[in-house]
């Protein structure tokens, strides 16, 4: 009898994706927050990092990063740029 095509070797069904043996964004995840780690996502929201960016430098998944600043009261959206494409576009 031919074996089901979910427990065949190679086979893509109920896989999702390649998982990583030791991500880095995962060593602090579910981890208390201390006082200074709240300080330094605060500096780098205000430094207009990215929240991937923010994430992958204090080793900490980017959904606990974007929960902590909301409920901090900080905000990660970048604040230096023109909305919906007003920059002036420079010609070459």
Do not use: D
Not at 10 to 26: F, L, M, Q, T
Not at 29 to 37: G, L, T
Not at 57 to 76: D, H, N, T, V
């Amino acid at each position: 009898m031919a074996q089901a095509a979910w427990k065949r070797p190679g086979s893509p069904i109920g896989k999702k994706g390649p998982r990583k043996a030791n991500p880095k964004y995962k060593r602090h995840a579910r981890q208390p927050w201390s006082a200074s780690e709240v300080k330094q996502l605060r500096s780098l929201a205000k430094a207009n990092t990215p929240t991937g960016v923010i994430s992958l430098k204090m080793q900490r998944p980017p959904g606990a990063i974007s929960s902590k600043a909301q409920r901090e009261g900080i905000s990660l959206k970048p604040i230096n740029r023109s909305p919906y494409n007003r920059r002036k576009k420079t010609r070459r």
